[in-house]
């Protein structure tokens, strides 16, 4: 059980504002996520009850024995309260003026950064994705909608695959990129506003590869028409069966069943092994990256090549790794 408790000297109102809830409601639900069964606020005013509202927390006269102890004026993520939970003393930042906030944000948005990101979205993407989640956070937008409009960025950026012209490569390379910076915003705002859902984990998943087939085809298309061959064709549809046969293999294995947190972090189920660990990394968006190199050079449609054989073998090394689960859980 956490007990959020008045601070020496609270400094700010508990429904101070943070990343858009209150700062007292925004702990509760964070304190629901990391594990604790029960929390309640003790000794509450009116203010502290109206922003703990529908969040399942209880109201106390006094800390119930044995309870783990927190001012209610502290900002901590995920795993500060996990750490918390397990027996630590103290965790994240207190925040007692109004120039306290910026440092309890940045707290609360590192915490969104996964430890499965690939070395581009960790290093670049992630800090445009969190400065925009950053002022959406105060917002009525849904997770959802950063969604569709990733979803939209992305399919737009298909079309300018067509030209063999290096300017309008770039432009959809551009697109292409800017697609896979803001759909990072969605998980992002979803974690913040604690608006997770399944349906807005399988609209992300069915997003991202509808907007990679449509890249692919247009790849393909534009290769095409600028040799005058067929056989980009024949890549193309390489590409985009590959990418349709590794999702909805990666959908049925480990999205369709009741989940708790993300729909898709791993294709492994029980546990990493050497060849998941590289399905895992080639599942990552890095290669966005040399689309829009090779956009400035008017080459960007010959990544269909390279697609055509990339996403099979990811789909054959995901079987793999599902074949070689079973196999473990037999010989069990």
């Known amino acids: 059980m956490l007990a959020l408790v008045a601070p020496e000297a609270p400094g700010i109102a508990p429904e101070t504002v943070v990343l858009g809830l209150p700062l007292v409601r925004r702990t509760a639900l964070s304190a629901r996520r990391a594990g604790f069964a029960r929390v309640v606020a003790v000794g509450a005013s009116p203010a502290i009850s109206a922003a703990l509202a529908g969040t399942g927390a209880g109201l106390e006269p006094a800390a119930p024995a044995g309870a783990t102890l927190l001012p209610w004026n502290v900002v901590v993520d995920a795993r500060g309260l996990e ?60 997770p959802n909608q950063m969604t ?67 890249v692919f085809a247009a790849m393909a298309v534009g290769l095409a028409r600028s040799t005058g061959q067929h056989w980009p064709l024949w890549c193309g549809a390489s590409a985009v069966l590959g990418t349709a046969a590794s999702a909805f293999f990666v959908y049925l294995r480990t999205m369709r069943g009741k989940k708790d947190g993300p729909l898709f972090t791993s294709v492994a189920r029980q546990g990493e092994t050497p060849l998941s660990r590289i399905v895992d990394a080639l599942s990552r968006r890095d290669f966005i990256y040399l689309v829009l190199i090779m956009s400035a050079f008017g080459k960007a449609d010959w990544f269909v090549v390279s697609a055509a054989l990339a996403t099979p073998v990811f789909f054959l090394a995901a079987v793999a790794v599902a074949w070689n689960e079973r196999r473990l859980a037999k010989g069990a």
């Open 83 to 142: 750490q918390l939970l397990a027996g630590a003393a103290t965790a994240g930042i207190p925040v007692g003026s109004a120039s306290d906030l910026r440092r309890a944000e940045d707290l609360l948005l590192r915490g969104l950064v996964k430890d499965t990101e690939g070395f581009m979205s960790r290093h670049f993407d992630r800090r445009i994705s969190l400065a925009v989640s950053r002022r959406l956070a105060g917002t009525r937008i849904t």
């Open 148 to 214: 569709l409009v990733a979803v939209a960025i992305g399919l737009a950026a298909a079309p300018f695959f067509l030209s063999p012209r290096p300017p309008i490569q770039t432009v959809g390379g551009a697109l292409f990129l800017l697609h896979s910076i803001l759909d990072g915003c969605d998980g992002e705002l979803a974690r913040l506003k604690f608006q997770e859902s399944r349906f807005g984990g399988a609209l992300d998943f069915w997003g991202d590869n509808l907007v990679h087939v449509a």
